[in-house]
Nanobody, 119 residues
């Protein structure tokens, strides 16, 4: 499975960005997809996840501002980020969990996309 993330950039506080991550490859089934972020000098942290059934989970810091969604047919996950704050500045990483078979599971990370919010 290969992941391609896009959509990061520079935005002013209060602005919006939309991140996209697409998984490609063959013969796999994806369960959960999600976004994590890592700011300079900090550990990577969960931003939001979504299961194949559509159940979502958000970090408290982004609830009400960020929305995660996915297109199962295209193996793509989106993160709509509104009302961005300076503290949202980080490298955002896409993550997918799934399986190639009943016995072989996977957990992959994308290459990361920089989100910079100017105050």
């Amino acid at each position: 499975v290969q992941l391609q993330a896009s959509g990061g950039g520079l935005v002013q506080a209060g602005g919006s960005l939309r991140l996209t991550c697409t998984a490609s490859g063959s013969a796999f089934a994806i369960n959960a997809m999600g976004w994590y972020r890592q700011a300079p000098g900090k550990q990577r942290e969960l931003v939001a996840t979504i299961t194949s059934g559509g159940s979502t989970n958000y970090a408290d810091s982004v609830k009400g501002r960020f929305t995660i969604s996915r297109d199962n047919a295209k193996n793509t996950v989106f993160l709509q980020m509104n009302s961005l704050k300076f503290e949202d500045t980080a490298v955002y990483y896409c993550n997918v969990e799934g399986a190639y078979s009943d016995y072989v599971r996977f957990d992959y990370w994308g290459q990361g996309t920089q989100v910079t919010v100017s105050s």
